[in-house]
């Protein structure tokens, strides 16, 4: 029917819910057993996607606060040729989250989304607590979002007390 599929890649996990349920299923742990077993597998699919969304089968949103990821998409994409305002590629951060990585992605070309969790208290709050404590580790790189801060409060600050001309 020539309809394309979509996909948005995200990374993480229901820790404690999602290990309860395979052991109650008799399973195995869903969840990786390193942080850079995350990362890898990740970016791997992420190739995988690209490659698809460059062979024309396939569009995708790469959903990532990780730096080193976002960086690793990026150059994939412009590897594989995929035009920077491709609207069947697509990056995409929670609002208030990576910030540096998304005006990055931005600056570079590409199309970037920040995006807002919406929807009932009791659905809305285990996804916003699954992403604070996902993210815990993700407070260095907030370094870079609290500059950015920084240099735009003084440029407003600054431009405040210029004379009008």
């Not at 020539?2 to 309860?20: D, I, N, P």
């Not at 990532?64 to 690793?72: Q, R």
């Not at 995409?92 to 208290?121: E, H, I, R, T």
């Amino acid at each position: 029917m020539g309809v394309k599929v979509g996909y948005k890649l995200v990374r993480g996990a229901y820790l404690s819910s999602e290990l309860q349920l395979a052991s109650s299923l008799g399973c195995s742990s869903p969840i990786h057993n390193t942080i850079q077993d995350t990362h890898e597998c990740y970016n791997e699919c992420a190739s995988i996607m690209l490659e698809k969304v460059a062979n024309g089968t396939g569009a995708i949103v790469l959903a990532t606060h990780n730096l080193n990821s976002g960086g690793v998409a990026a150059a994939k994409a412009q590897e594989l040729g995929l035009g920077k305002s491709n609207p069947k590629l697509q990056f995409a951060q929670l609002k208030g989250m990576a910030d540096g990585l998304s005006f990055a992605l931005k600056n570079a070309g590409f199309q970037v989304s920040k995006y807002l969790p919406y929807g009932p208290v009791d659905m809305v709050i285990p996804y916003l607590l699954r992403r604070a404590e996902e993210n815990r580790g993700m407070l260095s790189t907030s370094t870079i979002d609290r500059e950015l801060m920084k240099h735009e409060v003084l440029r407003r600050f600054k431009a405040s007390f210029r004379s009008p001309k």
